[in-house]
């Protein structure tokens, strides 16, 4: 398992700051946003640090289908029962902001607006 001291995300998959976790296993967590975009909004991430997808290579196969696999039951069960919307922001083009990769997932009762951006 890769690990960055500094990064925030993988201090919160080994339990040195608090976050609001509503799934965890062996290899992913999935933990509310701390400012969140919609009624419902959480992160997946794999516990293994790596930094964005840009850095993703068929080795991290697994575990990027094992993420993608559980967001729907994880939305469902978060209170998005009719569909949300997947964002994985990549690098700086992508205005990633925590390099450590991670899914949001945005939902909620009612359509979301039909894109989200950042200022
Ligand atoms: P980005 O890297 O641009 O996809 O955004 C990083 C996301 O992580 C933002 O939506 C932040 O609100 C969220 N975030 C940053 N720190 C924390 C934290 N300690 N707990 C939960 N979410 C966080
Ligand atoms: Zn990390």
Redesign the pocket.
């Known amino acids: 398992m890769r690990r960055d001291p500094s990064c925030?995300?993988c201090k919160?998959a080994a339990g040195e700051?608090?976050?609001?976790k509503i799934f965890e296993d062996d290899e992913i967590l999935a933990?509310?946003?701390?400012?969140?975009?919609a009624p419902v909004?959480f992160?997946m991430i794999p516990k293994d640090h790596l930094p964005s997808l840009a850095d993703a290579d068929e080795s991290d196969a697994p575990v990027l289908g094992r993420l993608l696999a559980l967001a729907g039951r994880l939305a469902r069960e978060q209170g998005s029962a009719d569909g949300f919307r997947t964002?994985?922001?990549t690098g700086r083009v992508?205005?990633?902001?925590?390099?450590h990769l991670?899914i949001?997932i945005l939902g909620g009762p009612s359509p979301l607006p039909r894109m989200i951006a950042?200022e």
């Open positions: 925030i995300f919160i700051i608090p976050a609001k933990f509310h946003d701390i400012h969140p975009a909004h992160l964002i994985v922001n992508g205005r990633q902001d925590v390099y991670h949001h950042k």
